[in-house]
């Protein structure tokens, strides 16, 4: 059942991220980066994390997305104005220098498999507990960092000078 | 291992029969309620050979007409996101409820089964991941339709609905403080215990505001009455002016699946859920140590399913009355309302309610 | 039973095509979703280690990263919004005013 489910998120995950990049349209890249999200989700939640796949699908998937699809529509390009890409050449060059990457990012492959995890990891109460005791600087920083970006968002996009 | 799966199989297939059937149903009684609320009779023609039940064989006409129509797909639209909208509406609305407890344990043949769909550790999380998914089929619909004001419906429809998702999420955390959980049956386990010696703590006893709070916010999410300035129906275009037939249709059952998820998620956080007050597994234990009544356990099981029904129902009537009492509001109003009303109030009871729990414990 | 090794080879596919997209492609919305992809592969490898080691940290700085990566959106697509109402084009190869 674990691995029909890794196997597919995994082809689907990674078929969708290719797809992100090479289709001309935003609008459809945009949709089959969520599908990626959600691939992602469910590979957290094969890997014992149900709080951050409830977050992935809660922030990333479901405001960030949204937010990324609605300034597409603002913005409302029309399919002839959308730009002429690199030629083939490019992109054959350009899959294999990624190939070239994706062997060199590849850890040296831990030889020990994973044990089973305890009942409590990466429950909520096991986020919290991190998150508020020794993870508390990053924590409170994070907030700052969010109301900063909130001030500059709405500035930014407000259509008179402020 | 296998009669697990098989028995979360049958849970789900359970959860989604009676989801689905109820939504039908409620199509039924928004008219026939809106009818006794107006003075009127109602839908009352459908008939099979001159046996009209009440009205009730207009939800199958209304099915086999919307199976019947013509399903088109307006000119220069994109066709797959118009045919995934309604979809993208409808899947999430029915997958919600898989979090909801529906009883307590059931014990059959020395098998214990929850009667829950699924336990999960980050049952109210699950909740709202999954409301926040349900903006992707009005805005895939507004834009999918090659249709400018279907655009600009779709957009009001989601910036409404995501509007109302922060409230929703800050009203329920105060429900998080107090019973010291995520989980959802463990919420409404918690429900169970007796404040003062004899009133079972409810959480709308314990959190009125939030109640409130999250009462406006699901309505609003659900883009119903008075909220449901996206679909219109008199005085603007919405988001769904280019579907057709079933595709339609999913949307308009979407909607009434949410009527049910809100009236479930609120008989589960804030009216006890399938508590029937000092109804415990081996019978009811009534107050200041006044005895015991012992009953069967299938038949306490039957008790508590059925409160939850009722609760369910009692819950999902209030809000088909709602629709017919108030007015809709209009678009500048509804964002005033979330924005510069709701979200203070939610983190001032966030605050409170923070504040309570410290002293207290 | 996966072996882990298999999710940081899906992380470190899913990294190289965002990488990919953020050199190669010529539209601004599209380089900033391949961001947001290469930020998602980062997570998948940091929960891929959380469960390796047993240690809690990986979650915490997954939530973190994820909060980060949001507001950075929010605040590119601003940006993005304001770019594109001064020039209305959303081409980054023209956009090189500060190219001198």
């Not at chain 2, 019978?283 to 099981?301: D, K, R």
């Amino acid at each position: 059942m674990e691995t029909f489910l890794f196997w597919l998120f995994a082809i689907v995950g990674v078929g969708c991220g290719i797809m992100v990049v090479f289709h001309r349209n935003p609008m459809s890249s945009a949709i089959y980066l969520v599908v990626t999200m959600l691939c992602l989700a469910g590979f957290y939640a094969l890997l014992a994390g149900p709080f951050v796949a409830v977050i992935q699908v809660l922030v990333y998937a479901g405001a960030v997305m949204v937010l990324i699809l609605f300034v597409i529509m603002m913005l409302n390009l029309r399919e002839e104005t959308l730009e002429r890409e690199g030629s083939i050449v490019t992109w054959i060059l350009a899959g294999l220098i990624g190939l070239v990457l994706v062997v060199a990012v590849l850890p040296p492959f831990p030889r020990t498999p994973a044990s089973a995890p305890e009942p409590a990891f990466g429950t909520i109460e096991e986020v919290g507990n991190k998150l508020f005791t020794v993870y508390l600087l990053p924590f409170e920083l994070t907030s700052v960092l969010l109301l900063v970006a909130i001030i500059g968002a709405v500035i930014l996009a407000k259509r008179r000078m402020l | 291992m296998f009669l697990d799966f098989v028995i979360v199989l049958i849970k789900a297939g359970v959860v989604l029969f009676a989801l689905l059937n109820l939504a039908a149903l409620l199509t039924w009684a928004e008219r026939k309620q809106s009818a006794f609320m107006q003075d009127r009779i109602g839908p009352n023609r459908a008939n099979v050979g001159n046996i009209t039940a009440g009205g009730l064989l207009h939800i199958m006409a209304d099915g086999i007409k919307m199976i019947a129509k013509e399903d088109f797909i307006p000119e220069g639209a994109h066709r797959m996101l118009h045919t995934l909208a309604p979809a993208a509406a409808l899947f999430p609305a029915l997958v919600v409820f898989a979090v909801i407890p529906f009883g307590d344990v059931l014990v059959i043949g020395g098998k214990a089964i929850p009667l829950q769909v699924a336990n999960l550790n980050v049952g109210i999380l699950y909740i709202f991941s999954i409301a926040s998914l349900a903006v992707y089929g009005t805005m895939l619909a507004g834009w999918a339709s090659n249709n400018n004001y279907s655009l600009l419906g779709g957009l009001r429809a989601s910036s409404q609905m995501i509007s109302y998702e922060v409230s929703m999420g800050l009203s329920i955390l105060g429900i998080l403080m107090i019973y010291q959980s995520a989980q959802l049956d463990v919420i409404v386990r918690e429900q169970g215990q007796l404040l003062l010696g004899f009133i079972p703590q409810w959480g709308v006893l314990l959190q009125p505001v939030a109640f409130f709070l999250f009462l406006a916010a699901a309505v609003a999410e659900n883009k119903r009455a008075p909220f449901d300035l996206p679909e219109g129906e008199s005085e603007i275009i919405g988001y769904f002016v280019e579907y057709s037939s079933m595709k339609f249709g999913m949307f308009f059952l979407a909607e009434f699946v949410e009527i049910v998820i809100v009236a479930g998620l609120v008989t589960t956080l804030f009216f006890g859920g399938w508590q029937f007050p000092y109804l415990q597994a081996d019978g009811f234990h009534w107050p200041f140590e006044a005895g015991v009544w012992h009953l069967p356990h299938l038949l306490v099981v039957l008790i508590q399913v059925g409160t939850f029904c009722v609760k369910v129902l009692i819950w999902c009537w209030i809000l088909l009355l709602v629709r017919w009492t108030l007015p809709r509001f209009r678009y500048d109003q509804v964002m005033r309302l979330g924005w510069k009303m709701m979200l203070p109030l939610a983190l001032a009871n966030l605050l409170v309610t923070a504040v309570i729990v410290l002293l207290v414990t | 039973m996966i072996p882990i090794p298999h999710y940081l080879t899906v992380s470190a596919i899913l990294f190289t095509t965002g990488a990919i997209g953020v050199l190669m492609r010529r539209n601004a919305l599209i380089v900033l979703m391949s961001l947001e992809l290469m930020l998602n592969a980062v997570n998948l490898s940091f929960v891929a280690y959380a469960r390796l080691h047993q240690d809690m940290g990986g979650h915490v700085f997954v939530f973190l990263s994820i909060t980060v990566a949001a507001a950075e959106a929010a605040v590119g697509l601003a940006i993005l919004l304001t770019i594109f109402r001064a020039r209305a084009t959303v081409d980054v190869d023209n956009l090189h005013l500060l190219q001198r």
